[in-house]
């Protein structure tokens, strides 16, 4: 029902900042919460920030608060994620991702999954 396309990706140098965009197709964008993962290689994959539906309910990582933050406009179907004060562990690729509840909460089970973005920080 959604398909989703990361974008901004790219190289930074350690404490400047980036802006990762997804855009989302699919009529019903906006009832999706939305969330931001990454994975750095041979690593786990990790959750990074989450925001419901509306906007009103945002979730971070510990590792990213205070630095990321994640914000959706529903009108452009588009969900950011602004990261500041980048250090070099953030580097991963990061990948955009939608939970499909009805409830437009996010349960940490997304249902659809972007192809994802590369983000490296340099020291």
């Known amino acids: 029902q959604v398909q989703l396309v990361e974008s901004g990706g790219g190289l930074v140098q350690a404490g400047g900042s980036l802006t990762l965009s997804c855009a989302a197709s699919g009529r019903t964008f906006s009832s999706y919460a939305m969330g931001w993962f990454r994975q750095a290689p041979g690593k786990e994959r990790e959750f990074v920030a989450s925001?419901?539906?509306?906007?009103?309910?945002?979730y971070y990582a510990n590792s990213v608060k205070g630095r990321f933050t994640i914000s959706r406009d529903n009108a452009k179907n588009t969900v950011y994620l602004q990261m500041n004060s980048l250090k070099p562990e953030d580097t991963a690729d990061y990948y955009c991702a939608a939970d499909g509840s009805v409830s437009g909460l996010w349960r940490m089970e997304p249902d659809y999954w972007g192809q994802g973005t590369q983000v490296t920080v340099s020291s």
């Open positions: 925001i419901s539906w509306s906007g009103g309910g945002t």
